[in-house]
């Protein structure tokens, strides 16, 4: 049975969030007087220290866009599951189609992954692990993918619970 993850706010945690904008679209609808712009962004937050979250936000405003992003994003924190400076397992999963696999990796071996990936991984304070993008580089679809794969994550204590069916502490 597939746990869902519960959604937090930036606030309910006692550290510092830094923000980072990851994309900025410009849409133009032509009008009777000429073109009309707008713009849409996408935030990511991350303390660093395991909790992330993401916004997509539109507005006619480039800085309007990117702060209700932010305010977005800030009511969407995540936790990644880690075990020490990277990921417990390995885990691949598709997104409308992005295809992203997350491999652990050795303590040192630093994040090797794409732009925006990459991003991602470092505001969540993941150190040390490999990634690949294998599909599209859409990048609202690519975070997207991301978070999915963050909710797949489980530590040692969690699958030996659901595999023997009752708590284990080591």
């Known amino acids: 049975m597939a746990t869902k ?3 937090q706010r930036a606030e309910d945690f006692g550290t510092e969030f830094e923000e980072k904008v990851l994309y900025i679209n410009r849409c133009s609808k032509v009008v009777k007087g000429g073109r ?3 713009f849409s962004a996408l935030v990511v ?3 660093g220290q395991g909790h992330i979250g993401f916004g997509f936000a539109k507005a006619n405003e480039v800085s309007d866009a990117i702060r209700k992003g932010t305010e977005a994003a800030r ?3 995540h936790t990644i599951e880690m075990e020490g400076t990277t990921i417990p397992h390995e885990t691949y999963v598709e997104w409308d189609g992005v295809k992203v696999l997350l491999k652990p990796a050795a ?3 630093g994040v ?3 732009s925006k990936v990459r991003s991602i991984l470092e505001l969540g304070g993941v150190k040390d692990v490999i990634a690949k993008n294998l599909g599209s580089n859409n990048p ?3 975070v997207q993918a991301m978070f999915q794969a963050f909710s797949q ?3 040692r204590e969690q699958i030996l619970a659901e595999r023997t069916g009752s708590v284990v502490h080591a």
């Open 5 to 7: 993850h519960k959604r």
């Open 36 to 38: 009309k712009f707008s």
């Open 45 to 47: 937050v991350g303390d």
């Open 75 to 77: 009511k969407n924190i």
């Open 107 to 109: 303590a040192g071996s």
């Open 112 to 114: 090797v992954a794409g």
């Open 140 to 142: 609202l679809n690519q």
């Open 153 to 155: 994550l489980k530590n």
